[in-house]
């Protein structure tokens, strides 16, 4: 088409100069030495020119540290043109494909790798090679290295130094400018772009998407990333490393990007519909199934939650330990109140909640999508739990497997309220878990039985000082009972910006007289198995400090009384289980009421 052969132009990112695309790479090189910046580290930086195979008026020139992977490359590229609906991609260089999801097969010619390679490993100067993002309704990009240079960068990361202006696209039917198009799923073909003024025959059924300056335009759900021409754009990752090491924090960093607006656009869709078909109907929180995570061995194990009408939410247990512990606390005793042991399991969680249970961050994303949602428990709300922190925000990873594991969960539970023995396995330990394959060009999901690996038994390693020991020891004996609890403050401790933890309170309390004996904070920054070492050591300062010896500790957790009978036992102090503690109880209250009134 006649669009395709107009010289394109584009602005410089850095100098913001409007430069036609055959001049680009010329100028960028200049104008990048002219903009190094002072201090930093020198690190060898890749220049990429990016355009779209079958539409080259769309171009991008980027620039990225050679220690950074593929997987940052595809993530960018899906950010700024391509992120629609998860779909997956790949590169292609010299005949080898790197896969966001390899297929474990090498039926369909030579076998895949991962995008986990640095680019320096695979990339040099002058190699050209492509990029497929969606196996159905692909878009091909062509990627071309056009200079390796050493400079100083005090932020490595995907920086975009140049970008095409929106090409002069017109409308078909009165020649004006375009701004939408009649989506055939195809792309920009010229009979279907229409201007504001113009729209659909009154007789004709069509979907009018917005055209966007991407290769992407009016295929498959794309209706653009947001990024713009007013501001550069980039990807910048943290490092306080030399060139060398640069490639791990950067890929280390991964793990903590900000979620893009389509991987959301995909989440939000998923919980909708999990809203509507409200699979907690015919399912208990017990009927539990796994889905394996594309391109990996991670698998998360699904339960939906409702089924007695309280709450309404899916939650994905992160791995076989989180599940196996999952099934201790739902065979656990009455006695306790498991709602703080649930929080300890690494976990995604997609709720619906009443709409002041969201944050202002959560209320932005939705306003961003343009989605309206009005009711009690009707607010989708999507968490990360991680031991001994505040359940926080998702990164990109958690929002993409969050999003996978649901649309599953839609298919699967659909499936098992006319079969519910699919879920029946003869060995206790088996589970039905849906995995990802590759078949030719197609991707499917599959049924597949997976025995579940029990994790091995942890050993708590409990240390008292000798001399606190002694100390104890020579207390007056006979001091009467004391009540001991272990237990969750309310609100959150961090930085902000940062994943806040919990604060957990060990209290001792006199029962008669309701005396506090002691208190001690514990965060669980190093891991819940640190923290539970130190409790028993905690507890004895505590009686120090009072100068009090019990002859009994009574506790209603059966987790703290497995930590302390055996230690106080051999100090021939009885630890008892009981159903309450009313002591503990009243100071908790007083505790909560004088935190209230301080904030």
Same mark, same amino acid.
């Given at each position: 088409?006649?669009?395709?052969?107009?010289?394109?132009?584009?602005?410089?990112?850095?100098?913001?100069?409007?430069?036609?695309?055959?001049?680009?790479?010329?100028?960028?090189?200049?104008?990048?030495?002219?903009?190094?910046?002072?201090?930093?580290?020198?690190?060898?930086?890749?220049?990429?020119?990016?355009?779209?195979?079958?539409?080259?008026?769309?171009?991008?020139?980027?620039?990225?540290?050679?220690?950074?992977?593929?997987?940052?490359? /595809?993530?960018?590229?899906?950010?700024?043109?391509?992120?629609?609906?998860?779909?997956?991609?790949?590169?292609?260089?010299?005949?080898?494909?790197?896969?966001?999801?390899?297929?474990?097969?090498?039926?369909?010619?030579?076998?895949?790798?991962?995008?986990?390679?640095?680019?320096?490993?695979?990339?040099?100067?002058?190699?050209?090679?492509?990029?497929?993002?969606?196996?159905?309704?692909?878009?091909?990009?062509?990627?071309?290295?056009?200079?390796?240079?050493?400079?100083?960068?005090?932020?490595?990361?995907?920086?975009?130094?140049?970008?095409?202006?929106?090409?002069?696209?017109?409308?078909?039917?009165?020649?004006?400018?375009?701004?939408?198009?009649? !989506?055939?799923?195809?792309?920009?073909?010229?009979?279907?772009?229409?201007?504001?003024?113009?729209?659909?025959?009154?007789?004709?059924?069509?979907?009018?998407?917005?055209?966007?300056?991407?290769?992407?335009?009016?295929?498959?759900?794309?209706?653009? &990333?947001?990024?713009?021409?007013?501001?550069?754009? &980039?990807?910048?990752?943290?490092?306080?490393?030399?060139?060398?090491?640069?490639?791990?924090?950067?890929?280390?960093?991964?793990?903590?990007?900000?979620?893009?607006?389509?991987?959301?656009?995909?989440?939000?869709?998923?919980?909708?519909?999990?809203?509507?078909?409200?699979?907690?109907? +015919?399912?208990?929180?017990?009927?539990?199934?796994?889905?394996?995570?594309?391109?990996?061995?991670?698998?998360?194990?699904?339960?939906?939650?409702?089924?007695?009408?309280?709450?309404?939410?899916? !939650?994905?247990?992160?791995?076989?330990?989180?599940?196996?512990?999952?099934?201790?606390?739902? !065979?656990?005793?009455?006695?306790?109140?498991?709602?703080?042991?649930?929080?300890?399991?690494?976990?995604?969680?997609?709720?619906?909640?009443?709409?002041?249970?969201? #944050?202002?961050?959560?209320?932005?994303?939705?306003?961003?999508?343009?989605?309206?949602?009005?009711?009690?428990?009707?607010?989708?709300?999507?968490?990360?739990?991680?031991?001994?922190?505040?359940?926080?925000?998702?990164?990109?990873?958690?929002?993409?497997?969050?999003?996978?594991?649901?649309?599953?969960?839609?298919?699967?539970?659909?499936?098992?309220?006319?079969?519910?023995?699919?879920?029946?396995? #003869?060995?206790?330990? /088996?589970?039905?878990?849906?995995?990802?394959?590759?078949?030719?060009?197609?991707?499917?999901?599959? /049924?597949?039985?997976?025995?579940?690996?029990?994790?091995?038994?942890?050993?708590?390693?409990?240390?008292?000082?000798?001399?606190?020991?002694?100390?104890?020891?020579?207390?007056?004996?006979?001091?009467?009972?004391?009540?001991?609890?272990?237990?969750?403050?309310?609100?959150?401790?961090?930085?902000?910006?940062? %994943?806040?933890?919990?604060?957990?309170?060990?209290?001792?309390?006199?029962?008669?007289?309701?005396?506090?004996?002691?208190?001690?904070?514990?965060?669980?920054?190093?891991?819940?198995? %640190?923290? +539970?070492?130190?409790?028993?050591?905690?507890?004895?300062?505590?009686?120090?400090?009072?100068?009090?010896?019990?002859?009994?500790?009574?506790? &209603?957790?059966?987790?703290?009384?497995?930590?302390?009978?055996?230690?106080?036992?051999?100090?021939?102090?009885?630890?008892?289980?009981?159903?309450?503690?009313?002591?503990?109880?009243?100071?908790?209250?007083?505790?909560?009421?004088?935190?209230?009134?301080?904030?």
């Amino acid at each position: 088409m006649s669009d395709k052969r107009r010289q394109s132009t584009g602005r410089c990112m850095l100098c913001k100069k409007s430069i036609n695309k055959g001049q680009m790479t010329r100028h960028v090189k200049k104008c990048a030495e002219q903009h190094s910046e002072d201090g930093g580290r020198s690190m060898m930086l890749f220049h990429l020119v990016v355009e779209g195979k079958h539409l080259p008026m769309y171009w991008l020139h980027l620039e990225m540290p050679g220690a950074m992977t593929l997987a940052h490359l /595809d993530r960018f590229l899906r950010d700024i043109w391509l992120e629609c609906c998860g779909h997956l991609s790949c590169f292609t260089i010299e005949g080898q494909r790197y896969s966001i999801s390899p297929a474990e097969d090498s039926l369909f010619g030579p076998r895949e790798e991962t995008m986990n390679q640095k680019l320096y490993s695979v990339l040099e100067k002058g190699m050209t090679f492509h990029h497929e993002y969606d196996y159905g309704s692909t878009t091909e990009l062509k990627l071309r290295v056009v200079d390796v240079r050493k400079r100083k960068v005090k932020m490595p990361g995907v920086v975009l130094l140049a970008r095409n202006e929106p090409p002069a696209w017109t409308c078909a039917r009165c020649g004006k400018p375009a701004t939408r198009l009649r !989506s055939t799923g195809w792309g920009p073909d010229p009979e279907s772009l229409l201007c504001a003024g113009c729209g659909c025959d009154e007789d004709e059924e069509c979907m009018l998407m917005p055209l966007v300056n991407s290769p992407r335009t009016g295929v498959c759900g794309y209706c653009g &990333s947001g990024a713009t021409m007013d501001e550069p754009w &980039s990807q910048e990752e943290e490092s306080t490393t030399d060139d060398d090491e640069v490639g791990q924090v950067v890929a280390d960093g991964v793990e903590t990007v900000q979620p893009d607006i389509g991987s959301w656009r995909r989440l939000y869709a998923a919980a909708d519909q999990i809203m509507r078909l409200a699979p907690w109907r +015919w399912l208990l929180e017990t009927d539990v199934f796994g889905v394996q995570f594309p391109g990996t061995d991670e698998i998360g194990y699904v339960s939906i939650m409702g089924n007695i009408g309280e709450h309404y939410a899916v !939650s994905v247990y992160l791995g076989d330990e989180a599940l196996t512990k999952f099934w201790d606390i739902e !065979s656990a005793p009455q006695i306790e109140d498991n709602t703080e042991r649930i929080l300890e399991l690494p976990q995604l969680m997609a709720s619906f909640e009443d709409r002041d249970m969201l #944050e202002k961050a959560d209320r932005e994303i939705i306003r961003q999508l343009g989605l309206q949602y009005r009711g009690k428990r009707n607010w989708p709300l999507f968490r990360s739990y991680r031991p001994g922190f505040y359940p926080w925000f998702l990164e990109q990873n958690e929002v993409e497997k969050l999003a996978t594991a649901l649309e599953q969960a839609i298919g699967l539970a659909m499936r098992l309220e006319d079969r519910p023995e699919l879920l029946k396995m #003869e060995r206790g330990c /088996d589970f039905l878990v849906r995995v990802c394959r590759k078949r030719g060009s197609d991707v499917v999901w599959e /049924d597949s039985v997976r025995e579940l690996t029990l994790p091995e038994p942890s050993t708590l390693n409990f240390r008292i000082d000798h001399a606190a020991i002694d100390e104890f020891e020579s207390l007056p004996a006979d001091a009467g009972p004391a009540e001991v609890a272990f237990f969750l403050a309310p609100g959150r401790v961090g930085t902000p910006g940062q %994943r806040p933890s919990f604060t957990y309170l060990l209290l001792a309390v006199e029962p008669e007289s309701c005396h506090i004996l002691g208190l001690e904070l514990f965060q669980a920054l190093d891991g819940l198995h %640190r923290m +539970w070492e130190e409790i028993p050591a905690k507890l004895v300062s505590i009686l120090n400090k009072a100068g009090f010896a019990p002859d009994e500790l009574q506790v &209603s957790s059966p987790r703290l009384h497995e930590f302390l009978a055996p230690i106080f036992g051999d100090l021939g102090i009885r630890v008892s289980l009981w159903e309450s503690l009313p002591a503990v109880e009243e100071v908790k209250e007083s505790l909560w009421e004088f935190m209230a009134g301080r904030s």
